[in-house]
Structures are given as structure tokens and as C-alpha cells.
């Protein structure tokens, strides 16, 4: 079998303009989400970032990637619609997207769910603890109950997407929340995974566990047909019953 072709998308502005999330991830956190792919899949990772040409995402990187990674928040606006729709339409072709973290609010995720993807937060040092719901799905291989996250963001419900095809995993938080922190849905033909954890205010993308549930999205969202085509809408003429 060849090998997965990752590319991973970041906004790279937090660690344009913040020192402390530049300490935490010098090389920008989609670097670091690369990184933790290629720790664990026979892959071929490029990297792609906001203020690059078309952001990094031209027809051609799209149609030469199997599985694409999308961590965005301080600048959801400034993607623009025309490769937004890009997106779409190749994953609605066979691509597979991961969407990480605060990338619920993008056009992209937004685009493909029909919903507004809003939910609670809190910005305070809240402990994660992230619970497998589903231990029999490939997203799920090999990491420990729970995965331990000392420090993130919390993501609270309620969470307005579809309800998922699959919920793999689930969240809890020290002020005691719950958050639906690992789903999956088919769009099309191809697949998407939402994994809740990433705020960039913390390290949580260096951390083992999370790069493991990274990699097995990975690997379950590559395209399963030989070629990339937009569903057909199929209809039949009947004549008059």
C-alpha cells in the first residue's frame, strides 16, 4: 500500500504574534502535528499555512492529498470562500479531513456540517480527561483509558453539529463539563473526524496520546476508492404512475 499523503493546515498567527505560544511550539503548531503523524504512520506530511498563496491549499496540493489536517481560530474570516469550497468539494470527493480543535468554527467544518458547530468554553487551566466510548474503532487503537491531559481549554456542550455517525471518544473536565471530544461522519465519500483537544495556549499537541488519536484519524480517514469523484446524484425518470 503506498503511503498516506498528509498534508496538515495551520493558521500560524498565534505563534506569529505571541511569544509564549511561540516557546511552546517554535516551529508552529501544525509542525508540531506533522511531527506527531510521522512518528506514528508511513506517510508523506507537507505542511500548509494561512498567508501562503491560495493558503498553502491550491488544486493541486488537494488533489494530491489523501487525508488533510485543519487547525484554524484567530482568523476563520480571512480564509477565503473560493478555497473554503475548494475544501469541500474535494473532501465530498474522497478526501479525508481532520478538524482539530477551534478549526469547529472554520468555514470548512462549518460548510460540511450545516450547522452552526458552536459550543461552551473556558480558557482555565481545566485538567482533561478523555474517555474511549467506542474501544473497537481504529481511532481508538492503542490509547490508554482515559488519556490524561493535565492542562487545556475546556469545551463544553452543548456542541451544535449533526448528530455523528460514530462517537469515538468523550471529555471531562474538572469544573465537571462533558464534551463530545471525538466524532466521525461521512461526507459523501469521504470521511470526517473532529478531535477536540489543541488550544494554543498549551503544550497539548506534544503530548503522546493526543498524537496517537492524531495518526489513527489519519490512517481511518484515508479515501477507501481507487478514484476522486463527487457523489452523482442519481435520478430516474418514471413516467406517470
Known amino acids: 500500500m503506498e503511503p498516506i499523503r498528509v498534508t496538515v493546515w495551520g493558521e500560524n498567527r498565534h505563534e506569529q504574534r505571541e511569544e509564549h505560544v511561540r516557546r511552546i511550539y517554535p516551529e508552529g503548531m501544525h509542525a508540531a502535528v506533522a511531527a506527531g503523524i510521522r512518528e506514528h504512520l508511513d506517510c508523506v506530511v507537507r505542511t500548509a499555512t494561512l498567508d ?19 487547525w ?32 469547529h468554527l472554520s468555514k470548512v467544518f462549518t460548510g460540511l456540517m450545516g450547522t452552526t ?15 474511549t466510548v467506542d474501544p473497537a474503532h481504529p481511532i481508538t487503537a492503542g490509547v490508554p483509558q482515559p488519556v490524561v491531559i493535565d492542562e487545556d481549554e475546556m469545551y463544553g456542550e452543548f456542541f451544535d453539529v449533526p448528530p455523528p455517525d460514530e462517537l469515538v471518544l468523550i471529555s471531562s473536565f474538572s469544573g465537571g463539563e462533558v464534551f463530545r471530544s ?14 477536540r483537544p489543541g488550544d494554543q495556549d498549551y503544550p497539548t499537541y506534544h503530548h503522546p496520546d493526543v498524537r496517537r488519536i492524531i495518526a489513527n484519524g489519519v490512517r481511518w480517514a484515508r479515501p477507501v476508492r481507487p478514484e476522486r469523484t463527487l457523489p452523482a446524484l442519481r435520478r430516474h425518470e418514471t413516467g406517470e404512475f
Not at 458547530?117 to 482533561?128: G, K, S, Y
Request: proline fraction near 1%; charged fraction near 25%.
Open 52 to 70: 501562503e498563496p491560495e493558503h498553502g491549499l491550491t488544486e493541486d496540493v488537494l488533489a494530491a492529498t489523501d487525508v488533510l489536517t485543519w
Open 182 to 195: 471525538g466524532c466521525t461522519w461521512r461526507r459523501g465519500h469521504g470521511r470526517v473526524f473532529y478531535f
Open 117 to 131: 458547530c458552536t459550543l461552551r468554553w473556558r480558557n482555565a487551566h481545566d485538567r482533561e480527561l478523555i474517555w
Open 72 to 103: 484554524g481560530h484567530a482568523a476563520h474570516g480571512e480564509v477565503a470562500d473560493e478555497v473554503a469550497e475548494r475544501v469541500r468539494r474535494h473532501v465530498l470527493s474522497g478526501m479525508g479531513l481532520i478538524v482539530l480543535h477551534s478549526g
